[in-house]
């Protein structure tokens, strides 16, 4: 179970909230602007040590507050550790298991998690960086050293686009370029890696949401017909110009086809929403097979832009999963779960549960 008792402080709308879950369902309803947001991005923030929407710490401290205050005591194959964190504009302060100076990283393997929210559809849709933030996700649960690799290609790139912004000579630029591929090429393997362990989950669960075919297919940020150090070495001139590398991973995407067409240029709304939600079930399902543990499935407003049916089917594989949920509704009687759910009512940011 992955957690079984939270509690925020001054985080948002909640001045202080308690929430003792239940292993399996938790539905938390309540009107507009309750709160429920509210708590799921708190539970995000506690296995994150980031908001979910990208918002700034500042929005999130309570107004007239100064700091928000998490904690959790989280379950992991019969032993339970507590989580806390601490936030201000000073910055972010994390502890697990009374250990202090950890991070993002200690967060997420102490309290691993997946999101989707009624913006779910971005992932389908958006920008290619949220679909290559999903695969590093996979990747960084899926295979040990994946974290720090990709912390030291972010280092390699950033110096240098550095030495590219400041103008220096190609030949310096080119010595930047061992260190860069063989980091970029590392990142590029552990992808697809992860994305072959994830695929066959994916396959399933589009077919099974949306009865039809969906795979994805991976761009790796360079032509491939090209090495990665030819493709470095014929764009230095734009790379110069621009003041950025042109090519390498931090340029991959990841294409969803659906019905043998590419599906953010077809799909209706609803359908992009499901095929997110394959893709972040599949990922859940790829990081529990990994971990041997259960993960904690947040869904803010699973009924948003569904039909009765699409949202059957999303919550029988949800169902499936054998996950801990947490979801939120406007009323309880939300056909979300198929099987009985703990029940907590949220009104002007207090939660109470429900007998
Ligand atoms: N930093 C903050 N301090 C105090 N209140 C805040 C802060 N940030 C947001 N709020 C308020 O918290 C309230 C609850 O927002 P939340 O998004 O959790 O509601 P919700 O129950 O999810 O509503 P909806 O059903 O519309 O999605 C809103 O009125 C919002 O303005
Ligand atoms: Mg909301």
Redesign the pocket.
């Known amino acids: 179970m992955p957690i079984q008792a939270f509690s925020a402080r001054d985080f948002?709308?909640l001045e202080n909230i308690h929430l003792e879950a239940d292993p399996g369902f938790n539905l938390i309803y309540?009107?507009?602007?309750?709160?429920?947001?509210?708590?799921l991005e708190a539970l995000a923030y506690l296995g994150r040590g980031k908001s979910f929407r990208g918002a700034p710490v500042t929005?999130?401290?309570?107004?007239g507050e100064r700091e928000f205050v998490l904690f959790g005591q989280v379950e992991d194959g019969g032993r339970t550790s507590n989580v806390g964190v601490r936030n201000s504009a000073d910055g972010l302060e994390v502890r697990v298991d009374g250990e202090s100076g950890g991070g993002a990283a200690e967060l997420a393997s102490a309290l691993p998690l997946q999101i989707i929210d009624p913006d779910v559809h971005d992932l389908v849709a958006g920008a290619p960086d949220q679909r290559r933030r999903y695969l590093d996700w996979v990747a960084f649960h899926v295979e040990h050293g994946y974290l720090g690799t990709w912390r030291r290609f972010r280092r390699a790139l950033k110096q240098r686009n550095a030495a590219l912004k400041s103008g220096q000579a190609a030949t310096t630029i080119r010595g930047w370029n061992a260190e860069f591929v063989e980091l970029a090429l590392q990142i590029d393997a552990g992808r697809r890696l992860a994305l072959e362990v994830a695929t066959e989950a994916l396959e399933e669960a589009g077919r099974d949401m949306l009865g039809s075919e969906v795979r994805f297919e991976y761009r790796p940020g360079w032509k491939e017909e090209h090495e990665l150090l030819e493709a470095l070495e014929s764009s230095i001139e734009r790379d110069l110009q621009q003041g950025s590398t042109q090519a390498g991973p931090h340029r991959a995407d990841l294409r969803l086809i659906y019905d043998e067409r590419q599906a953010r240029k077809l799909v209706s709304r609803g359908q992009q929403k499901l095929l997110a939600c394959a893709m972040v079930l599949a990922a859940t399902e790829t990081a529990q097979t990994a971990l041997e543990r259960p993960l904690l499935l947040l869904l803010?407003?699973p009924a948003a832009e569904l039909d009765e049916d699409s949202l059957g089917r999303l919550m029988g594989r949800v169902a499936n999963l054998g996950c801990q949920v947490v979801a939120?509704s406007?009323l309880p009687e939300i056909g979300v779960f198929t099987t009985r759910a703990a029940m907590f009512h949220?009104e002007h940011?207090v939660l109470s549960r429900e007998k």
């Open positions: 948002r709308c309540g009107p507009n602007a309750s709160g429920k947001t509210s708590i929005s999130l401290v309570r107004h803010d407003d939120t406007l949220v940011g």
